[in-house]
Nanobody, 126 residues
Framework: QVQLVESGGGLVQAGGSLRLSCAAS????????MAWFRQAPGKERDFVAA????????YYGDSLAGRFTISRDNAENTVYLQMNSLKPEDTAVYYC???????????????????WGQGTQVTVSS
């Protein structure tokens, strides 16, 4: 059984940083996309970043590439999201997702991912 478990969320002041982790178990995701999405209250789940390892590519949501960095540790079957210069509008539940196939199409669609974590809350205070 595949499980994705996120950690690293919390409360941070605007301008601060957080590093989220997502540990996968039950199968490996080498050569497959792993991604981060986020969902604010009352809003849709939005794409944040995705990466296929090894060799990429890496994708980011609009205006996030300069502040957020996705990385992988395939030996540990883990994906990370480093978030810097956080803003109150980054407040959301952050979800890890993984794809069962090697396809790259529609990387920013929630329906493209087969496995999801339970989410971790990130709150940025002003």
């Amino acid at each position: 059984q595949v499980q994705l478990v996120e950690s690293g969320g919390g409360l941070v002041q605007a301008g601060g940083s957080l590093r989220l982790s997502c540990a996968a178990s039950g199968r490996t995701f080498s050569n497959k996309l792993m991604a981060w999405f986020r969902q604010a209250p009352g809003k849709e789940r939005d794409f944040v970043a995705a990466n296929r390892w090894p060799g990429g590519p890496t994708y980011y949501g609009d205006s996030l590439a300069g502040r957020f960095t996705i990385s992988r540790d395939n030996a540990e079957n883990t994906v990370y999201l480093q978030m810097n210069s956080l803003k109150p509008e980054d407040t959301a539940v952050y979800y890890c997702a993984a794809r069962a196939t090697t396809f790259l199409s529609n990387y920013d669609h929630t329906t493209s991912y087969d496995f999801w974590g339970q989410g971790t809350q990130v709150t940025v205070s002003s």
